[in-house]
């Protein structure tokens, strides 16, 4: 007698895993969203579309909900302690590279308290061999600059959520500069969207990157071939 046949997987279709995954996040549906994610980060070998087509896209849906007075303050601290937590779930997927012994420190500037943008990007330097060190939010620059000093960074990358961050961002970057010239220094975040990139590149020795997707390419164009 044959085996009977097991059923079906149902097929990856991004956009219905996407509605799927914004629904669970708006009605604290965890379950939902792990499944989601889980079956995202199935589908896909890097890291670059869940983060930034799945967990970013519902973030910024649920920004706009959130500043339209569509969901309240604390649906959307929900919908942020969800996405936070489920970013754990790729974690064996970061070390499956081998490791080439260069670090990144990955910070956000003084004041600025939206952390998921940085610790994707320090998720995607371990994705690529490198350490990613994420030091957080709000981090004080005083001591951004004594790990600098400690040889904790090959590079280092700053992260810039709110428009009203760009002066803190453009002090780090100056300190960083002055006091560790050869560090090269990377900014991004969605600042950028409201404009100022050119004053933050007006800072010698800093790049101004719009997504992990141009960090994966400065990734590849910085590879150690030793
Ligand atoms: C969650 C959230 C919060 C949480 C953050 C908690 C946490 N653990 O991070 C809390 C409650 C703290 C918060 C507070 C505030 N928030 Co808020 N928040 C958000 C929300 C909904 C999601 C943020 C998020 O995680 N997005 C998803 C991440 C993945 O996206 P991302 O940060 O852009 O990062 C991606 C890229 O930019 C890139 N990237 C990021 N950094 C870097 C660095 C480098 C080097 C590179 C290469 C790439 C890169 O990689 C990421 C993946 O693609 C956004 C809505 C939105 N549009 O994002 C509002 C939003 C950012 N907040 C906003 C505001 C106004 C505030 C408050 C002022 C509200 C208030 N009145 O108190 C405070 C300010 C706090 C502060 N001083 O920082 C505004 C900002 C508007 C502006 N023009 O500046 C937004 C856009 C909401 C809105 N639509 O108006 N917030």
């Known amino acids: 007698m044959n085996a009977p046949h097991p059923p079906p997987t149902p097929a990856f279709v991004a956009e219905d895993v996407y509605r799927l995954y ?16 889980q079956q995202w980060l199935d589908a896909e070998p890097d890291l670059l579309s869940l983060y930034e087509d799945l967990v970013q896209r519902a973030l910024y849906d649920v920004g706009d909900l959130w500043e339209r007075n569509r969901i309240s303050v604390a649906t959307e601290h929900l919908a942020t302690a969800i996405s936070e937590s489920l970013l754990n779930l790729a974690y064996p997927r970061l070390f499956a590279t081998p490791r080439n012994g260069q670090s990144a420190l990955v910070t956000c500037a003084a004041n600025e308290h939206h952390q998921i943008g940085g610790k994707m990007v320090a998720d995607l330097f371990e994705f690529h061999g490198w350490r990613g060190c994420f030091l957080g ?10 790990l600098v000093g400690e040889k904790w960074a090959d590079v280092v990358a700053l992260s810039v959520a709110m428009t009203s961050g760009l002066a803190d961002v453009i002090d780090a970057a100056t300190a960083i ?17 409201w404009g100022g990139r050119e004053r933050v590149e007006r800072v010698p020795g800093v790049r101004c990157l719009a ?13 150690n071939h030793d």
Not at 22 to 37: H, P, S, W, Y
Not at 177 to 193: E, H, K, M, S, W
Not at 211 to 223: G, Q, V
């Open 137 to 146: 939010a709000n981090t004080p620059l005083r001591d951004v600059l004594a």
């Open 211 to 223: 997504s992990l997707r141009d960090l994966t390419i400065w990734l590849k164009e910085n590879e």
């Open 177 to 193: 500069r002055t006091a560790f010239p050869a560090v090269p220094i990377l900014v991004g975040g969605q600042a950028r969207r």
């Open 22 to 37: 914004l629904d669970g996040l708006l009605t604290n549906n965890r379950e939902q969203c792990r499944q989601c994610f």
